[in-house]
């Protein structure tokens, strides 16, 4: 993806989640996260089931974690990303 381009979340519950945050962690040539590297929090717009998350990242490839909060539990959706 384009580094300027956003990222659409749609979650697949019927109601809208609690709360959505995501971040990336960058990838090293294996695709495994480096180590001792911090997680880019990434800003998740939007309202309903729908979130927008910029790609606001350096070029390369990232694991992105997109948590959210519902009223049963939380849950981790995790995303692989090419940034170029």
Same mark, same amino acid.
């Given at each position: 993806m384009p580094p300027d381009s956003e990222m659409v979340f749609r979650f697949g @519950? +019927?109601?809208s =989640?609690?709360?959505?945050?995501?971040?990336a962690s960058?990838?090293?040539?294996? @695709? +495994?996260?480096? =180590?001792?590297?911090?997680?880019h929090p990434l800003e998740a717009h939007g309202s309903g089931i729908e979130r927008a998350i910029p790609?606001?990242?350096p070029l390369?490839?990232?694991?992105?974690?997109?948590?959210?909060?519902v009223?049963?539990?939380?849950?981790?959706?995790?995303?692989?990303?090419m940034v170029k």
């Open positions: @519950g +019927q109601r =989640p609690d709360k959505v945050t995501a971040t960058p990838l090293n040539k294996k @695709g +495994q996260p480096r =180590p001792l590297t911090s997680p790609a606001e990242l390369g490839e990232y694991v992105v974690d997109v948590f959210v909060t009223q049963q539990g939380d849950v981790d959706y995790f995303f692989r990303v």
